[in-house]
């Protein structure tokens, strides 16, 4: 049998189907996003200029940013780096019961 602290660290790091497979991907998304900005900028530009015609006039543009997303998206190290904050802002949750956007925003200071 393990003891008490010993199962705590292992919990600790455990993670569920939803954790792995939807929300640390879910970071690694928007990271991606973030790292890629250029590419969605040009893309986005680019679609607006064209309009109906972005289909055929933004192939480049389009296939420059799934490049970028799916290099990033295919990053074991991004991953881990997002596995870790996920960790981290969990276990500050379950500590404060205070989500961690809640905990970000600013407490309004009393006059």
Not at 37 to 58: N, Q, R, W
Request: hydrophobic content about 30%.
């Amino acid at each position: 049998m393990l003891h008490d602290k010993t199962w705590c660290l292992l919990e600790r790091n455990q993670l569920r189907h939803v954790e792995k497979d939807v929300l640390i991907p879910k970071m690694v998304r928007e990271k991606a996003r973030e790292l890629c900005s250029d590419k969605v900028e040009a893309f986005t530009k680019c679609c607006k200029e064209k309009g109906f015609l972005m289909v055929i006039k933004c192939r480049e543009e389009n296939a420059a940013l799934k490049e970028c997303l799916t290099y990033h998206y295919k990053d074991s190290a991004l991953y881990e780096e997002c596995k870790q904050e996920y960790l981290k802002e969990r276990e500050e949750f379950r500590q404060t019961g205070i989500p961690s956007k809640k905990r970000q925003q600013k407490v309004p200071s009393s006059m």
